[in-house]
């Protein structure tokens, strides 16, 4: 196993928050370290802070996963950040180690121990977690009863919006909508609550609000109906009902379900914060198998985000996919060997072909809200203020509003030539989150944090 | 109307006024029978059932649109890319750094002839948009690929090279920005810069006309001079003596021809003989007489007639009239390079009040005329309390690599403190300084990290940007200077920014 490349931009990406990655630029200096060294699973180094003991910094390249004995509550530190961004100028500097100081050996072992425990946790039947069957359909019953209760309540309230009209029901004030998504988070139905709570948004959105608010006001009522037939339903389409409403297998039943293996390229990643919630979406791409996943990460915010694998690398590994009619989301069980740099994107040859991977997509699931697509072969256009993803066929479809500081660093790597463009699709705007122009992935900034 | 629209009118008003939505079609048979299982539910479900699965019809049938033509694609990148490690410098510097340190990290790319790294060329422009210092720069450092890219944003046009986007500045702009404009276009393209001070010229403000023609100073020759010349009978007295100072700086003006004409029966070179030549040991005197009139042909050409207070007026006539002949005229009139003429005239000095109106008048007519030679000459005589910037506007003329050993040279003459020549001279030479003169500065400033020197803290923040940095480091590190700080810092940042271009 030898240690992948990594790219300033993709260390860049693994930074919390822009104010982490800034200080890590500043420790990518050699004087600033008093050792340095790696081998093949590790890169090591000791950094000089304020203090007299030098922070002793392990990045475990296979995650990659992070170690640092500094305070920092951001996870990775700049220490961490510092000795990648370090690593990705000038790899010289820090030497190949015939033997690992006692403390990186110390920590990857115990790394490795944890591992293992977890597989084990994994592997071992939940049974044993079970003591009483009667009491656990007990409080499955109560759920399924207050979620019955609450799911009634949005009927209602579905039905009086529109006998009363969309035109009423856009000047209500936030909070009704707010009130409404209470009741459901109450009721154990945290994906409505959340449905609801956009909904709130939509009349604020300008032009064509109506249409939108209809939409997703149908899309709901569908959930609703469909929750009600929870016990008819092929188990596929019930587990995507189950998600859509909020309640989420427990990753340890995930675990135990058979993977796929593959090699996984990853697209790009894309953080949002939601209701005080941050939210990391990571788009991969099999190579032999064609499939798309999505590694869901969550935080509170303001804490920091486990990092998932690297935009623009290639993981050889096992993904298990959450049950449901079109499996999109996994976990990644386990890495089969070290990434590698990405020098393309698996993906469409044509906007036609990835739409087609969308309405297949909504087809077997009509809740899907986005997908992560790579599209090869297109170049910028600009529409009066839009901008505009071409393909080779003179198809073209929007870019997200806002999405300018990406779409000035797609005109300037391409210049103007076709790109592969890794985007996320949400049935009606590509954000895009990454694009490999020269054989080079790039990480395009997702909010206005560059350009003007 | 589509059948999408009908259901969302009719959802907007709601079926409590308007009724169960009417017979809905959507011309797909399967999905129009799904909506007729529906008939029998109340009238808002069967409204939001129907939405229901007109939406998943209509999302899954989304289609790309045509596309508005592609745009032209730009040039290819001729250089090379730049190493990793100079595009992650050149981040790190767009994260925060001093602007001065990006103006750097371009010229190293320019000298090894590589680019920078295209998916930066955003963030650099929009630097640019933000630091005027380093505006032009930029505007030179992004290479073809930048220009095209600028070309395609308002904000940056700056950098955009193109005359299109000057033209439209040059209307609609603010004074700055089209004197920035303007001054940009003399660098580059004269007669161009020309063009568009006289397509506006009838309706610009006197201020402004002023300012334009001073800037014509900038690559001046005598394609100008016609338009110059008119300037002369302008309404304004204040473009007027622009007119004529920048004409005054063009060898071959008519102004200057003029002038030299009024001068030449006054001014003489005396060379020594007799008695004279050994009590001054050989050196030449100039002999000036004053003139005695300022006619109207005089004052046409810029000749103020009335004197600043406490000097006398034929003497302020004559100066002026001298200020405005470039000084390399005397220097091949005579066949005397510019050394021994401020010599000569630095001898008369001592004798008579015309002789320091020959230092003075040559030395404002050197700095009008940029004229490095007598810059250089009279730099090597300066004294310790020279005008307000004078220094630095003729060290500003002087070539990096004939200032560099000038200053060495003073330094080994005059103590480093804030008002001597050789401190005004390094704050002048904004230009990335050699092993030695670090050395020397370093050596020349026992002081110079220290940190309550007010005085020297504007020379040092300078040099900081300017000092060789990995001689400095070694400097620094011989004298055994602990002190961190700032400065210390940016010195060390550069010394990485110079390192990733070996």
Redesign the interface.
């Known amino acids: 196993m030898t240690l992948p490349a990594w790219?300033?931009?993709q260390v860049?990406a693994m930074a919390p928050d822009p104010a982490s990655?800034?200080s890590g630029?500043?420790l990518?200096?050699p004087?600033k370290w008093v050792s340095l060294g790696r081998d093949a699973r590790a890169l090591w180094g000791e950094c000089q802070g304020s203090g007299s003991t030098p922070y002793r910094v392990i990045v475990d390249a296979a995650e990659p996963a992070f170690r640092c004995s500094c305070p920092s509550r951001k996870f990775p530190c700049k220490h961490g950040l510092g000795l990648l961004?370090l690593y990705?100028?000038?790899p010289a500097l820090v030497a190949e180690a015939e033997t690992e100081p006692q403390w990186v050996s110390d920590w990857l072992a115990m790394r490795e121990a944890k591992a293992e425990k977890k597989a084990e946790k994994a592997a071992a039947p939940p049974a044993e977690h079970t003591p009483d069957p009667a009491a656990q359909a007990r409080r499955a019953a109560q759920r399924e009863e207050r979620v019955r209760a609450g799911l009634d309540d949005l009927e209602q309230w579905?039905?009086?919006g529109?006998?009363?009209?969309?035109?009423?029901a856009g000047q209500r004030p936030r909070a009704e909508w707010e009130r409404v998504a209470a009741r459901l988070v109450d009721a154990q139905a945290a994906g409505a609550a959340r449905l609801v709570r956009e909904l709130g948004t939509v009349p604020d959105s300008g032009d064509g609000w109506?249409?939108r608010l209809?939409?997703r006001?149908?899309?709901l009522?569908?959930l609703v109906?469909a929750a009600r037939r929870m016990d008819v339903l092929p188990e596929p389409v019930a587990a995507d009902v189950r998600t859509a409403l909020g309640w989420t297998a427990r990753q340890e039943e995930v675990l135990a379900l058979p993977g796929e293996r593959d090699t996984w390229t990853v697209l790009g990643v894309r953080t949002e914060t939601e209701e005080r919630l941050r939210v990391q979406r990571t788009w991969l791409r099999g190579e032999q198998t064609g499939r798309t996943a999505l590694l869901l990460a969550f935080a509170a915010a303001g804490q920091p985000l486990e990092p998932g694998p690297t935009p623009g690398t290639r993981v050889p590994g096992e993904l298990v996919f959450y049950p449901g009619a079109l499996p999109l989301r996994a976990l990644l069980r386990q890495r089969t060997g070290a990434p590698e740099l990405a020098t393309a994107l698996p993906g469409h040859d044509s906007?036609?072909a990835a739409?087609g991977e969308?309405?297949a997509a909504?087809?077997r699931n009509?809740w899907t809200e986005r997908l992560g697509l790579a599209l090869h072969g297109v170049?910028?256009?600009?529409?009066g203020d839009r901008w505009?993803l071409?393909?080779s066929a003179?198809?073209?479809?929007p870019l997200a509003r806002g999405a300018d500081?990406a779409a000035?660093?797609l005109?300037?790597?391409g210049?103007?030539?076709p790109l592969q463009v890794a985007a996320e699709w949400d049935?009606a705007a590509l954000l895009p989150l990454g694009a490999v122009?020269d054989g080079r992935y790039?990480v395009l900034p997702t909010s206005a944090e560059?350009?003007? | 109307v589509s059948a999408w629209e009908r259901l969302v009118r009719g959802a907007l008003l709601g079926t409590e006024r308007q009724g169960a939505p009417d017979e809905v079609s959507a011309g797909d048979p399967d999905l129009d029978a799904a909506i007729a299982a529906l008939a029998d539910r109340s009238a808002p479900a069967r409204l939001l059932g129907t939405a229901a699965l007109l939406d998943a019809w209509r999302r899954a049938g989304r289609r790309a649109g045509a596309s508005p033509p592609p745009l032209e694609a730009a040039p290819e990148v001729e250089e090379r890319p730049c190493s990793a490690r100079a595009a992650s410098v050149l981040r790190q510097l767009l994260a925060g750094a001093p602007p001065p340190l990006l103006a750097e990290w371009l010229t190293l790319a320019r000298t090894a002839g590589v680019a920078v790294p295209p998916e930066l060329l955003p963030d650099l422009l929009t630097a640019g948009v933000r630091h005027a210092e380093v505006r032009d720069d930029v505007a030179r450092g992004i290479g073809a690929r930048g220009r095209w890219l600028a070309a395609l944003n308002p904000t940056w046009a700056y950098a955009s090279g193109g005359t299109e986007a000057a033209a439209e500045g040059w209307e609609t702009g603010t004074s700055a920005e089209r004197l920035r404009i303007l001054r940009h276009l003399r660098r580059t393209d004269p007669p161009a810069g020309l063009a568009l001070v006289r397509a506006t010229w009838a309706t610009d403000e006197p201020r402004d006309r002023a300012a334009f023609v001073e800037a014509l100073a900038v690559g001046v020759g005598m394609d100008d001079e016609p338009f110059l010349e008119s300037a002369l009978d302008d309404r304004r007295k204040e473009v007027r003596t622009a007119a004529a100072t920048v004409l005054g700086a063009l060898p071959g003006s008519g102004l200057v021809r003029r002038m030299t004409e009024r001068l030449l029966p006054l001014v003489s070179l005396v060379e020594p003989d007799g008695l004279l030549s050994r009590i001054r040991a050989g050196q030449p005197r100039i002999q000036a007489a004053l003139p005695t009139e300022c006619d109207k042909s005089m004052r046409r050409d810029g000749i103020e007639p009335k004197p600043p207070y406490g000097m006398g007026e034929r003497t302020w006539w004559l100066r002026q009239m001298l200020a405005r002949v470039p000084p390399s005229f005397w220097a091949a009139h005579w066949g005397r390079p510019a050394a021994d003429l401020l010599a000569a005239a630095r001898a008369s000095e001592r004798a008579s009040e015309e002789g320091q109106t020959l230092v003075s008048a040559w030395t404002e007519a050197a700095v009008n005329a940029r004229d490095a030679e007598w810059a250089e000459a009279r730099l090597r005589t300066a004294a310790g309390q020279e005008h307000d910037g004078l220094v630095g506007q003729l060290a500003a003329l002087v070539p990096p690599e004939r200032l560099e050993p000038l200053a060495l040279e003073r330094l080994a003459r005059d103590r480093l403190n804030p008002v001597s020549p050789a401190a005004q001279i390094l704050q002048a030479a904004a230009f990335p300084w050699g092993p030695a003169l670090t050395r020397a500065v370093l050596d020349a400033a026992p002081a110079v990290l220290g940190p309550f020197d007010y005085g020297m803290r504007e020379v040092l923040r300078a040099a900081a940007l300017r000092l060789h940095p990995q001689t400095a480091i070694a400097v620094l590190h011989e004298k055994r200077d602990a002190h961190e700080g700032p400065w210390v810092e940016l010195l060390h940042l550069r010394a990485t920014l110079h390192q990733a271009f070996e």
């Open positions: 790219t300033a931009d860049s990655a800034k630029q500043g990518a200096s004087r961004f990705a100028a000038q579905l039905l009086d529109v006998r009363q009209g969309l035109a009423a109506p249409g209809l939409e006001m149908a899309r009522q569908l109906q906007l036609e739409l969308w309405s909504l087809g009509p170049t910028l256009v600009r529409d505009l071409r393909d003179g198809a073209a479809l500081a000035w660093m005109l300037a790597a210049g103007g030539r049935g122009a790039l560059a350009g003007t």
